[in-house]
């Protein structure tokens, strides 16, 4: 019975699991060579947003155990970024006030990047990656490969089995410029 108490909950494990997937995905070198991504702390933690966004999307309409791992990756990812911004020197006092501010744009950003990926509007989620990834307001040909590439990812991601990544296994497609 004590085992069974202590024994980490499967959408707890199967949440970290598809966290560490997704950051690893984040951080492959094509998105930053070939589509132009700047290997900056803010250019990456916009690519962490994308793909959470992506994975969010793909357990959003999945029912229960779905909604559980969506929160059980966003609390993941949410944590990391707490961890983050003590590792680079935001004082405790200073730490809940910045989440806030971060969260309110991680919302946002999720938000809009499913709104665009429902209704296939590739040109308004080029737009919204030129601003937010790319630091511009002008669609560039590199934000409209980024979403090229979160669109492939979205259906790619759509196929995949929801029993798998309710185990935490989710294949991430390669990345083509």
């Given amino acids: 019975m004590l085992e069974r108490l202590f024994r980490p909950r499967q959408a707890r494990v199967a949440g970290e699991a598809l966290y560490a997937g997704l950051v690893d995905q984040a951080r492959r070198p094509e998105l930053y060579r070939e ?8 250019a990456r933690f916009e690519l962490y947003v994308l793909h959470l966004s992506l994975l969010l999307a793909r357990l959003k309409t999945e029912g229960e155990a ?3 791992l969506g929160q059980v990756v966003f609390d993941t990812f949410v944590g990391a970024l707490d961890d983050s911004l003590r590792e680079l ?3 405790d006092l200073s730490v809940a006030k910045k989440m806030r501010k971060l969260g309110e744009a991680v919302y946002g ?3 809009g990047y499913q709104r665009a990926l429902e209704a296939s509007d590739r040109e308004a989620l080029a737009s919204l990656l030129a601003r937010a990834v790319y630091g511009d307001e002008a669609r560039s040909a590199e934000s409209v490969q980024l979403a090229d590439y979160a669109i492939n990812t979205h259906l790619a991601l759509s196929d995949q089995r929801l029993d798998d990544i309710l185990r935490g296994r989710l294949a991430w497609p390669g990345v083509t410029a």
């Fill in 89 to 91: 020197g935001v004082g």
């Fill in 109 to 111: 950003r999720i938000l």
């Fill in 66 to 68: 779905a909604a559980e």
């Fill in 35 to 42: 589509l132009g991504v700047d290997d900056r702390i803010d």
